[in-house]
T-cell receptor, first 113, second 114 residues
Framework: KAGVTQTPRYLIKTRGQQVTLSCSPISGHRSVSWYQQTPGQGLQFLFEYFSETQRNKGNFPGRFSGRQFSNSRSEMNVSTLELGDSALYLC????????????FGSGTRLTVV | QKEVEQNSGPLSVPEGAIASLNCTYSDRGSQSFFWYRQYSGKSPELIMFIYSNGDKEDGRFTAQLNKASQYVSLLIRDSQPSDSATYLCAVNRIIKTSYDKVIFGPGTSLSVIP
C-alpha cells in the first residue's frame, strides 16, 4: 500500500497570505487527522475528519480550517498567516478504530516570513 | 498539569544497555497508549501500542502500562545507535462515545552512545 502523501513538502509564505496543504491517506483509511509540530509546543492536534465530517477540533483559531473529500483526501487551510504559524504540519491517517495508531505523512514544512 | 508528560531528556545510554522511557497522563478515562519514534527531520513512526495493564513485548521493545498509577513506559533492550531518536508517548482520550482524541507528550530525546 502507498503511504500517506502530503504536498507540498516545503512552503515559504509571507505574513497575511493564505496557504492550502494537501493530504492523501492510505487507501481504505477514512480518518485523517492534522497536527502542528513546533520545537516549543510539540505535536498539537488541529482537527480530525472522518467520512467528510469534522469529528474533532483542537484549540486553534478559526484561521485554521480543513475539509475532507469523498475519496478521503483532505486539505488544510490557514488564512492570514502569522509568523507563529511557521511549523511542520503533519497529516495522520488511520482506520476507523484509531486505537491501532496513526500512520503519518512526511509533513509540510511551512515557513512564514 | 499537562495531559501527557514525559521527561524531556536528553537521555543518554551506552550501546547494549537498557533504555527506559517514562510517561504519565492525567485523564483516568484514557483507553489506549502509544509510543512513536521520530528521527530528526522525519515524521513520527508508530512502534508500540498497549491497552491493558501489564507488559507487552515486541522484539527489543517492551511497553508497560499501569492504569492505577496513570503511568506508561517503554523499555528498549540492547540499545543500538540507530535507536537514537525522540520518543513520543501518545494517549487516546475518550471525548464522546463515538470518537476520541489522541494527545501527544512532548517527547524524550534518546541518545545511544557507541
Amino acid at each position: 500500500k502507498a503511504g500517506v502523501t502530503q504536498t507540498p513538502r516545503y512552503l515559504i509564505k509571507t505574513r497575511g497570505q493564505q496557504v492550502t496543504l494537501s493530504c492523501s491517506p492510505i487507501s481504505g483509511h477514512r480518518s485523517v487527522s492534522w497536527y502542528q509540530q513546533t520545537p516549543g509546543q510539540g505535536l498539537q492536534f488541529l482537527f480530525e475528519y472522518f467520512s467528510e465530517t469534522q469529528r474533532n477540533k483542537g484549540n486553534f483559531p478559526g484561521r485554521f480550517s480543513g475539509r475532507q473529500f469523498s475519496n478521503s483526501r483532505s486539505e488544510m487551510n490557514v488564512s492570514t498567516l502569522e509568523l507563529g504559524d511557521s511549523a511542520l504540519y503533519l497529516c495522520a491517517s488511520s482506520e476507523f478504530d484509531r486505537n491501532y495508531g496513526y500512520t503519518f505523512g512526511s509533513g509540510t514544512r511551512l515557513t512564514v516570513v | 498539569q499537562k495531559e501527557v508528560e514525559q521527561n524531556s531528556g536528553p537521555l543518554s545510554v551506552p550501546e547494549g544497555a537498557i533504555a527506559s522511557l517514562n510517561c504519565t497522563y492525567s485523564d483516568r478515562g484514557s483507553q489506549s497508549f502509544f509510543w512513536y519514534r521520530q528521527y530528526s527531520g522525519k515524521s513520527p513512526e508508530l512502534i508500540m501500542f498497549i491497552y491493558s495493564n501489564g507488559d507487552k513485548e515486541d522484539g527489543r521493545f517492551t511497553a508497560q502500562l499501569n492504569k492505577a498509577s496513570q503511568y506508561v513506559s517503554l523499555l528498549i533492550r540492547d540499545s543500538q545507535p540507530s535507536d537514537s531518536a525522540t520518543y513520543l508517548c501518545a494517549v487516546n482520550r475518550i471525548i464522546k462515545t463515538s470518537y476520541d482524541k489522541v494527545i501527544f507528550g512532548p517527547g524524550t530525546s534518546l541518545s545511544v552512545i557507541p
